[in-house]
T-cell receptor
């Protein structure tokens, strides 16, 4: 069953802690993306990766970090430097950069 | 960067009615996608349509790239069509990877 999985679905953390969100795809897509959605808003791009071992900052990369060591995996770390980390985080992938993007189910992160 | 505006922001329909959602964008694009976000937050791909017209069942979409707008048509609406509809575009210049989203149209279909 091909698709994009994100875990966990809900995540709660205390302020000051780093947290890593998982994103895995078995679609053999080269490109992967992380977006953030705040209530009542559209999605904003955090980081993207066009190929393994390469990634670029999106519009709101401050306070986040990523790695792309395997084609299937693109984990996102929300660091303590991110001022407003509570949000809905969505991962996406596409066959190549610029082609149609497909989204995972998302992770809702709450930091108190 | 490219600007994306969606209208109307909110729409309430009775079941069976038709509707048109609009997406205006400020620059030329090589990627335009329409999504439906369900109540659980999942983004469902509706159309990949940087230009031209496509149809899928009760839904169809048209993008007029030269005039920088796209339209999503929903016919014979059903309660399961409720949710938020997003338009997202990728610019024709610079990074081909970046999708910029509009703020969405929130649709509620009532019985």
């Amino acid at each position: 069953d091909g698709g994009i999985t994100q875990s966990p679905k809900y995540l709660f953390r205390k302020e000051g802690q780093n947290v890593t969100l998982s994103c895995e795809q078995n679609l053999n897509h080269d490109a992967m993306y992380w977006y953030r959605q705040d209530p009542g808003q559209g999605l904003r791009l955090i980081y993207y990766s066009q190929i393994v071992n390469d990634f670029q900052k999106g519009d709101i990369a401050e306070g986040y970090s990523v790695s792309r060591e395997k084609k299937e995996s693109f984990p996102l770390t929300v660091t303590s430097a991110q001022k407003n980390p509570t949000a809905f985080y969505l991962c996406a992938s596409s066959i190549v950069a610029g082609s149609e993007q497909y989204f995972g189910p998302g992770t809702r992160l709450t930091v108190t | 960067g490219i600007q994306v505006e969606q209208s109307p922001p909110d729409l309430i329909l009775q079941e069976g009615a038709n509707s048109t959602l609009r997406c205006n964008f400020s620059d030329s694009v090589n990627n335009l996608q329409w999504f439906h976000q369900n109540p659980w937050g999942q983004l469902i791909n509706l159309f990949y349509i940087p230009s031209g017209t496509k149809q899928n069942g009760r839904l169809s979409a048209t993008t007029v790239a030269t005039e920088r707008y796209s339209l999503l048509y929903i016919s014979s609406s059903q309660t399961t069509d409720s949710g938020v509809y997003f338009c997202a575009v990728g610019p024709n210049t610079g990074t081909a990877s970046k999708l910029t989203f509009g703020t969405g149209t929130r649709l509620q279909v009532t019985l």
